[in-house]
């Protein structure tokens, strides 16, 4: 098991950029893949990004040019890096893990057991 706590979100101007981190303890971190999902208000926790032990990644489309996933597996951290932000970025970002590779996780929530308490991000137009 792994226990991951994200950090990092705050309150920006459209345009703006964030970083948001994940530090995980527990089990060897570089066995899991890892992804950031997000929850607006009200609607379902999407994924947004993920990217598995060899550093192999996934975004949703609409994210893509903007925001960039990495880990650091010598310190058991995975950064999201948030560009060009929007007022549609806004919700609560949170970190999972999965025992599975990302290629057959992909960004589906179902696939991911461990989570963080999540933190929130707002872009103010």
């Known amino acids: 098991q792994v226990q991951p706590v994200e950090s990092g979100g705050g309150s920006v101007q459209a345009g703006g950029s964030l970083r948001l981190t994940c530090t995980v303890s527990g089990d060897t971190y570089s066995g899991y893949s890892m992804a950031w999902f997000r929850q607006h208000s009200g609607e379902e926790r999407e994924g947004v990004a993920a990217?598995?032990?060899?550093?192999?990644?996934r975004y949703r489309d609409d994210i893509r040019a903007r925001f960039n996933i990495s880990r650091d597996n010598d310190k058991n951290t995975l950064t999201l890096e948030m560009n060009n932000l929007e007022p549609q970025d806004t919700a609560m970002y949170y970190c999972?893990?999965?025992?599975?590779?990302?290629?057959?996780?992909?960004?589906?929530?179902?696939?991911?057991?461990?989570w963080g308490q999540g933190t929130q991000v707002t872009v103010s137009s």
């Open positions: 990217i598995d032990a060899d550093g192999s990644t």
């Open positions: 999972a893990a999965s025992t599975l590779p990302v290629w057959i996780a992909q960004l589906n929530r179902g696939s991911y057991d461990y």
